[in-house]
């Protein structure tokens, strides 16, 4: 793998303005929808965004979530989750009535209930579907773009991924590889039966995703009013349930008689896990990717540049060499590492965006060749505070080690907040923490916030649990854990609470302090 681009210079170079910006998943807001959606709570947080001076907002993945719930596991890398859909909106527009989205605000305010969820919310959006059929498919978009438009726009991926939801809603939601021989693969079903009974099921699907993508434009659109980027999120990997393993299976490693994976994704025994993770996503087979220029990559990014502003790959060391872990298997414990796509990959990635604002997710073992083709790339990797501590000077999370073409957080979503990790944490690790920042400890979460704004790297992105001063009770994922993640949320009541304590001001202030204050927009 060479690890040079052409002209000996980096192929992307674009963080150049510190700046900050806060971590919070959609589902995250506040509300009486049992979830958080696109709606007034959000814009509401955009406001303490532009009011605290901060620049970006950065998600987990927007894709559709199956078992598990994680934003990681798909159904679609293309798809956004119906979940995230405000009902209130549809509302407003005649498709659903305030009475009939009125048991939503039974659920959990605190925590997302996705089951509770799943039962609710879903026959309201099909009969928003219905509706709207009958009332002649009038356009729902600010920039008026109806739904057969909108269909057509997307038809790459709309059209296969609104027929494999069909086909599991058909199946009862079992996996597509456990389905019938005759609709196992998107080639075969096309010559089903199935492909006209259940036209009007696919046509649902792609409804909500009009309303998603459409809600969402509009809420993005209130961001850069406000002077507020987004950093979407990509797994490198795909779920194997999914409609593009499902539509695409000569681009994974997979079994040509039953459509399970020959082998999974997942990473060795590592800080989080001493089994290591099994993540079980299937693998790809890279030289067919290579071999007509990484044609669904670039459609993949394509589509989320449409999204966001900024894209972290997660897991960007899979690009330099991957876990392969033979399937199936217990752990994570027993694979090996095999060689990625390298800078050829990434190459390919430049002639098509060569202004692409891409994070690195370089967490993890850094081999010097991972390294390598981290620098090569020129793309900004990332930085945990939480993981700086209780070691020697060495440790290269510690902030003294940084450079400006990185971010900075105090953790992220797979972390503790920082008053967790803290309470949590070996002495030897609070003691070293204290010492290097030159605190008592009493406010660890405040301390880790202003050493990520005094950092030299670029951006620092605080995540909002650590803005609330959260303890344990607000961590949003634990790796290895298979139930409980994904779930945690906060109340309008916290955000106010913090606008009266005059939060917003201080991080403004920080901002100006350290050179990472957003500038208003015109």
């Known amino acids: 793998m060479s690890t040079l681009s052409d002209s000996g210079a980096p192929l992307f170079n674009w963080l150049h303005t510190r700046a900050a910006g806060v971590l919070l998943h959609p589902t995250s807001l506040p509300g009486d929808q049992g979830i958080g959606t696109f709606d007034a709570h959000a814009v509401r947080f955009l406001d303490f965004l532009q009011a605290a001076g901060l620049k970006y907002w950065q998600l987990c993945p927007l894709g559709p979530t199956g078992y598990g719930d994680s934003p990681y596991q798909c159904f679609s ?116 039966p199935l492909r006209a009974q259940l036209a009007v099921a696919a046509e649902a699907h792609a409804f909500y995703q009009y309303l998603f993508f459409t ?98 790959i ?40 060569p202004d692409a604002k891409i994070i690195a997710e370089d967490l993890g ?40 073409n990185s971010v900075i957080y105090p953790g992220t979503h797979d972390n503790d907040t920082s008053l967790g990790w803290y309470a949590a944490a070996a002495e030897k690790e609070r003691d070293h923490a204290r010492r290097y920042l030159r605190v008592g400890g009493q406010e660890i979460g405040w301390d880790f916030i202003r050493a990520s704004y005094s950092a030299v790297s670029g951006l620092a992105v605080i995540p909002m649990q650590d803005i609330f001063s959260l303890g344990p009770e607000g961590r949003f994922n634990s790796p290895g854990k298979p139930q409980g993640n994904w779930q945690w949320r906060y109340r309008a009541s916290q955000l106010e609470q913090l606008r009266s304590a005059g939060t917003a001001a201080y991080l403004r202030s920080l901002g100006e302090i350290y050179g990472r204050l957003s500038a208003a927009p015109a």
């Not at 509302?91 to 996705?114: K, M, N």
């Not at 681009?251 to 089994?275: H, I, K, Q």
């Not at 330099?320 to 872990?325: H, K, L, N």
Request: hydrophobic share 45%; with cysteine.
């Open 215 to 312: 809600q969402w434009r509009r809420l993005r659109a209130a961001a850069t009013a406000r002077g507020i980027e987004i950093i979407g999120d990509i797994p490198i990997f795909v779920a194997a349930d999914s409609s593009d393993v499902w539509a695409n299976p000569e681009l994974f490693e997979l079994d040509v008689v039953t459509g399970r994976p020959l082998a999974v994704a997942g990473v060795p025994p590592d800080y989080f896990s001493e089994d290591g993770q099994l993540w079980g996503n299937p693998l790809y087979v890279w030289s067919r990717h290579a071999a007509d220029n990484y044609a669904w990559w670039r459609a993949r990014l394509r589509a989320s540049f449409e999204l966001c502003d900024i894209v972290r």
């Open 365 to 404: 073992v850094l081999t010097p060749s991972v390294v390598a083709l981290r620098d090569a790339t020129g793309l900004p990797g990332m930085a945990i505070l939480q993981f700086a501590f209780g070691g020697d000077a060495e440790n290269l999370y510690l902030p003294h080690h940084l450079a400006p």
């Open 314 to 353: 997660d897991h960007f060391r899979g690009f330099d060499a991957y876990w392969r872990i033979p399937f199936p298997a217990a752990t994570a414990r027993k694979g090996e590492w095999v060689p990625g796509p390298g800078l050829d990959f990434f190459r390919s990635v430049h002639a098509a965006f």
């Open 77 to 192: 890398a293309f798809a956004g989750n119906p979940y995230l859909i405000d009902l209130h909106a549809l509302v407003t527009c005649g498709l659903l009535t305030a009475a009939e989205i009125a048991p939503l605000a039974a659920l959990d305010p605190d925590r997302v209930d996705y089951g509770a969820l799943y039962e609710r919310k879903w026959p309201l959006l099909a009969k928003a579907c219905a509706r709207f059929k009958k009332t002649g498919s009038p356009s729902l978009a600010d920039d008026g773009e109806t739904f057969a438009a909108f269909r057509k726009s997307q038809a790459a991926w709309l059209d296969d991924y609104a027929f494999f939801r069909a086909l599991k809603d058909h199946h009862d939601g079992v996996a597509w590889w456990e389905w019938p021989s005759a609709v196992r693969s998107r080639a075969a079903a096309q010559q089903s």
